[in-house]
Structure formats: C-alpha cells, structure tokens
C-alpha cells in the first residue's frame, strides 16, 4: 500500500508530540478542538512526501540536517493566510491620519512601521497606498518593513500579483490607480512596491527583531490569536523590547493584552483605541478599559470601514 492510500490517524501521543513541537517552533498552539485540522493538514504533507507514518514524518521534523526547510515547508500547509487591502481600515487610518503625524511632529527622521504575519503583502502595501493618499512621502515620512514565517507567503508578496478577492474593500479608482489588471491578475505598482521590505521572520526568535531596526509602530492583526497564553506574552513583551518609548502596537479587533501583559498603556485616538509603549515615568493605563477598547473598536467596524 502506498503512502497515499494509506489512511492515517493521528494517535494521541502523536498529537501531543506534533502540538509540542510546533509550539516551541514557531508559536502555533493546537488545542484540542484543532487536533482534526492539524492531523488532516499533516497528512496532507506526508502524502506528498510519501511518508507512511506519524512517527516517521515527526522524526523528519526532528532532524538537524532536513528539519529546517520541512518545518518551514509544513508551517506554510498549517497557517491559514486569508487576508485583503485595506482590512480593518479605520485602524489603519488612525495609523497614517494620527500615529504617523504626531510621531513626526516628535522628532527628526522617518517613522519606522514593522507589519509582523504579513502574509501575502497586502497590510504593508495598503499602509504605503492610504499613506501616498494622504500626502506622506514613504521612504521620507515612513518606512514599512513586513516579515512573515511563511516562505510562500514572502514569494507572493514581493512578486505583488494578487486576485481579485483580494480587492473586496478597495475602491475601483484606488484598483485603477495602484494596479495593472492582466488575465486575472492585478499586478502592484513599483511606486507602491518600492516602499516595503520584506523579511522571514519567527515570532518566537526575538534576536532576529533587529534586522529590522528601531521601530516605532508594530502591526500584529489576527496573529497572535493562534497563540497560548504564554506564548501571546513572550512575543507581545518582545515587540515592547524593540518599540521606541511612546511607539505603538496595534492589534487586531478582535484582539487584546487582557491578562496576558502590562508592557503596554492604551492610547485613545479619535476614533480608535491602540496600544502603546509608555514613555518613562508615565502613568500605566488601567487594564479595565480593555472593555471600552473593545467597543470603540466594533463601533469603528461599523462605521469606520463603511
């Protein structure tokens, strides 16, 4: 029987040992309710490879001479990297409406902005798009770096050739401005291109942080819902290690630091509520107000994205 007729199983000491090793890899927590998603996405992999069991392919995984290009390889087949320009735009307008002038009203020199779980590019580029927009100089004003664990992800964002679902929250006259449409694919203008830089970077590998410089201002939107508590604290705190006091964190909606740490004071923006690193001697924020974070931020959903 081959490998892809094999039907595969993944036995309890199985999962536990593939939850474990992708946990201290990488961050992605498995709890019970994924064991399924993980086991059929595994599988799927092995079968490619013709691998006939678990405790071969884990052994693979284990390997000092293969495991690093495999993991990265099987990383790719268990994120899921469903993303689009211009999401959660009110936050991203308080980004270069707000955070980026009063930076620059601070200080000399660009605003250095980190989109950490970029994936195929689309959160980096819409920061370069709303900023052109709004009359901000990138490469001037603000420098965007983005990072991803995903190989994949980083190929299809430099090569900036999208479809069209990912066009579901931005305007024709923006896609006619920005894109070039051929057989299906939109492909990214270099005005935009030219302004981002593009980094593989693990989350849990805080020393590689410093390829990207001093930072002002870290995106992490619907990334660290895969998180464990512990592991959520780990990667938040190191971003609190990179950002310059006063710098930024924003978050996804759906997001927050609740229990999880207090390296951080909320910001109250017009229209949205942000994380931000305190500057010495300033009051910590109280971490109750996770609540009104937490409806400022659907009321923006509502409105604010319209």
Not at 102 to 130: F, H
Not at 182 to 192: A, E, R
Not at 269 to 295: F, I, K, M, N, T
Request: glycine residues 6%.
């Amino acid at each position: 029987m081959t490998a892809a007729e094999t039907q595969l199983t993944l036995g309890d000491a199985e999962y536990r040992m593939f939850r474990d090793l992708f946990k201290a890899a990488c961050g992605l927590w498995f709890g019970d309710d994924s064991r399924f998603l993980l086991e059929s996405r595994l599988a799927r992999r092995m079968r490619r490879l013709e691998i006939e069991s678990f405790a071969a392919y884990h052994y693979l995984l284990r390997r000092e001479s293969t495991g690093d290009d495999e993991l990265a390889a099987v990383i790719d087949e268990l994120t899921t990297n469903e993303t689009y320009f211009f999401r959660e735009r009110s936050q991203l307008r308080a980004l270069v409406d707000e955070i980026v002038p009063t930076l620059l009203a601070q200080r000399a020199g660009p605003v250095n902005i980190w989109s950490a779980g970029c994936s195929s590019g689309e959160e980096p580029y819409t920061i370069v798009m709303m900023a052109l927009q709004a009359g901000l100089r990138p490469g001037v004003d603000l420098r965007v770096h983005a990072s991803d664990i995903s190989r994949r992800c980083l190929a299809k964002a430099r090569e900036a050739e999208f479809r069209e679902s990912s066009f579901r929250e931005t305007t024709p006259q923006l896609r006619d401005r920005y894109f070039k449409e051929k057989n299906g694919l939109y492909t990214l203008s270099p005005d935009v291109r030219q302004h981002v830089t593009f980094t593989r970077v693990n989350l849990l590998e805080a020393a590689r942080f410093a390829l990207l410089g001093a930072l002002d201002v870290v995106l992490c939107r619907n990334v660290i819902i895969y998180f464990d508590r512990d592991t959520k604290k780990r990667v938040v705190e190191s971003f609190a290690e990179r950002l310059a006091p006063g710098g930024y964190l924003l978050l996804g909606h759906s997001e927050s630091l609740i229990h999880v740490t207090s390296a951080f004071e909320l910001a109250h923006l017009s229209r949205e509520l942000v994380y931000r690193r305190p500057r010495a001697g300033a009051p910590q924020a109280d971490p109750r107000h996770g609540a009104a974070l937490a409806a400022l931020r659907r009321t923006a959903r509502a409105e604010g994205e319209r």
